[in-house]
C-alpha cells in the first residue's frame, strides 16, 4: 500500500492543522492506521492509531486532549486533526499502515510532512 501526507506548515502556537494521508493500491479496510513523529535529533515515535473501522483510538499521553485521529473509509484517506499546538510539537509527521495496531515499527510508511509550531 502506499501512502501520500499532507497539510504540514506552518503555525502559532495555540494554533490548529489537519493532516491528510490517503491511501492507494491496497485494500485501506485491511489496515490500521497511525500517524508519527520525528522531531529533529530525535527518534521517531508514536502519535496515534485508529483500527480499520475506526471504532477504536489511541493516542501516545503528551497528545491525548489535543490531537484527533479519524478515517474516512469511503475515500481511503486518515486524518489527524491537531489542535492547541505547542512548539514541542514541531516535527516530520508520517503516517503508517499495518494489518493491526503497531505502536511502534508498522509495515508500510509514507512520506513525512513537516509541521513547525513557532512560540
Known amino acids: 500500500v502506499q501512502l501520500q501526507a499532507s497539510g504540514g506548515g506552518l503555525v502559532q502556537a495555540g494554533g490548529s492543522l489537519r493532516l491528510s494521508c490517503a491511501a492507494s493500491g491496497g485494500t485501506f479496510t485491511s489496515y490500521a492506521m497511525g500517524w508519527f513523529r520525528q522531531a529533529p535529533g530525535k527518534e521517531r515515535e508514536f502519535v496515534a492509531a485508529i483500527t480499520w473501522s475506526g471504532r477504536s483510538t489511541y493516542y501516545a499521553d503528551s497528545v491525548k486532549g489535543r490531537f484527533t485521529i479519524s478515517r474516512d473509509n469511503a475515500k481511503n484517506t486518515v486524518y489527524l486533526q491537531m489542535n492547541s499546538l505547542k512548539p514541542e510539537d514541531t516535527a516530520v509527521y508520517y503516517c503508517?499502515?499495518?494489518?493491526?495496531?503497531?505502536?511502534?515499527?508498522?509495515?508500510?510508511w509514507g512520506q513525512g510532512t513537516q509541521v513547525t509550531v513557532s512560540s
Open positions: 503508517a499502515a499495518d494489518k493491526r495496531v503497531v505502536t511502534t515499527t508498522p509495515q508500510y
